[in-house]
């Protein structure tokens, strides 16, 4: 079992940044792939980020160049700073972790960009 604790959201106006974190419960070289997903109010989940243990980092296109994601392993934690956010940017941010083939979340915290 894998339990991921999101900290770092918040209110931010539009150009201004924020930053994420997630810790997990499980040592970080066990877990396949770690990231971030988002859903705005009536909308779908969607990726923002994700960083697989050996391959290569997925954004989508919507935040690239403006959000990068990164992992500390030695505290099994991963990060996503976010710059020159926008108004649509709003939406609750969920981090995600698959471990042996197995999706885990975390409860979400709520990124608000707005003047």
């Known amino acids: 079992q894998v339990q991921l604790v999101e900290s770092g959201g918040g209110l931010v106006q539009p150009g201004g940044s924020l930053s994420l974190a997630c810790e997990a419960s499980?040592?970080?070289?066990?877990?396949?792939?770690m990231g971030w997903y988002r859903q705005a109010p009536g909308n779908q989940r969607e990726l923002v980020a994700v960083r697989p243990s050996g391959g290569s980092t997925d954004y989508a296109d919507s935040v690239k160049g403006r959000f990068t994601i990164s992992r500390d392993n030695a505290k099994n934690t991963v990060y996503l700073q976010m710059n020159n956010l926008k108004p649509e940017d709003t939406a609750v941010y969920y981090c995600?972790?698959?471990?042996?083939?197995?999706?885990?979340w975390g409860k979400g915290t709520l990124v608000t960009v707005s003047s």
């Open positions: 499980r040592g970080i070289f066990s877990i396949t792939a």
């Open positions: 995600y972790a698959l471990v042996y083939g197995i999706h885990y």
